[in-house]
């Protein structure tokens, strides 16, 4: 559902000509969006930033480089941080090919057409049958593959946060779904640094009416790794039981936010593995994430019951 997309600083330029590609820009790319840019040519965001300004427009008193600068500061709030043979200056559709053909992108976005086959231009982006076309809600089916469709790009593209939102993700059906996502996660990485994973789950209290109890995070944390083969011990994983606060928000949608994003799912993670059984994963809104990320990251807004060590 989120692609990664190789931008020309060539199109951006031209885009920042006019207001209706200018605007375009901000509401079609970038957090909230199924399109987020590359670092190609480059490894790091300050990086690339650099290098799409000393590719701007000559006259820097326009209105064209004022909108470029802008929107460059607008694309590396959330990019793919790539590991690239960093290309000079000109070298960019030299290389755009060969890296494709390393480890593809989602899309390659240039002036004038590349022979890729996922290449698309400013010309011709819009067409109904355009890769350009990217869906932001999708069904699919609660099984693991199901659920892996949405979830895939998200994981892989991302090398700083993983962090998985579900009331039950202390349950056995959401124990092996988030294994199975750590070992997608792994599958055709584009970064070598593998992001730092985090669970949070609701508090449940057992009774002979309510039934079992939520194990703790740090169980929670055990049956998680012990389910992994030994190749995935070095990974970073954190578990969080919570516990709703009064007069603040509850503890109740289930999504995966990383550092590109999110996207929510209805039932969660725990899948039932019937093909006749659906759910909707949906890009989370720029304003949705940057609440939920508020609310679970940036200060957690739930009192924590039991975390793991």
Not at 133 to 147: D, Y
Not at 174 to 182: A, D, G, R, V, Y
Not at 225 to 241: D, P, Q, R, Y
């Amino acid at each position: 559902m989120i692609n990664e997309y190789a931008l020309q600083p060539l199109v951006l330029n031209n885009w920042a000509s006019n207001s209706r590609d200018y605007a375009e820009f901000f509401r079609e790319y970038g957090l909230g969006t199924p399109r987020v840019i590359s670092s190609f040519p480059k490894k790091k965001a300050g990086k690339l930033r650099s290098y799409f300004l000393r590719n701007g427009p000559t006259n820097a008193q326009s209105l064209q480089s004022m909108r470029y600068t802008e929107m460059v500061t607008k694309l590396i709030e959330s990019i793919v941080l790539r590991d690239v043979q960093e290309c000079g200056e000109n070298e960019w559709n030299q290389q755009v090919k060969a890296e494709h053909e390393r480890l593809p992108f989602g899309a390659v976005l240039s002036e004038a057409p590349e022979d890729i086959n996922c290449g698309i231009t400013p010309i011709d982006m819009h067409q109904s049958d355009s890769i350009w076309n990217q869906p932001r809600q999708i069904s699919i089916e609660r099984t693991h593959a199901g659920v892996s469709n949405a979830y895939t790009n998200l994981l892989r593209l991302s090398s700083q946060q993983i962090i998985i939102i579900d009331p039950y993700g202390w349950n056995d059906a959401s124990i092996l779904m988030l294994q199975h996502l750590i070992r997608v996660a792994h599958i055709g990485r584009l970064n070598s640094q593998f992001p730092t994973i985090t669970l949070f789950y609701k508090e449940k209290r057992g009774s002979n009416n309510t039934g079992q109890a939520s194990p703790s995070a740090q169980n929670v944390k055990a049956k998680i790794k012990e389910g992994l083969e030994s190749e995935f011990n070095s990974i970073m994983l954190n578990v969080f039981e919570l516990r709703d606060i009064e007069n603040n928000d509850v503890f109740h949608n289930r999504c995966i936010l990383s550092e590109l994003g999110g996207i929510g799912l209805g039932h969660g993670i725990s899948v039932t593995g019937s093909s006749t059984h659906t759910d909707e994963a949906t890009i989370l809104a720029p304003d949705i994430y940057e609440k939920k990320w508020g609310q679970f990251v940036v200060n957690l807004n739930f009192e924590i019951v039991t975390k793991s060590t």
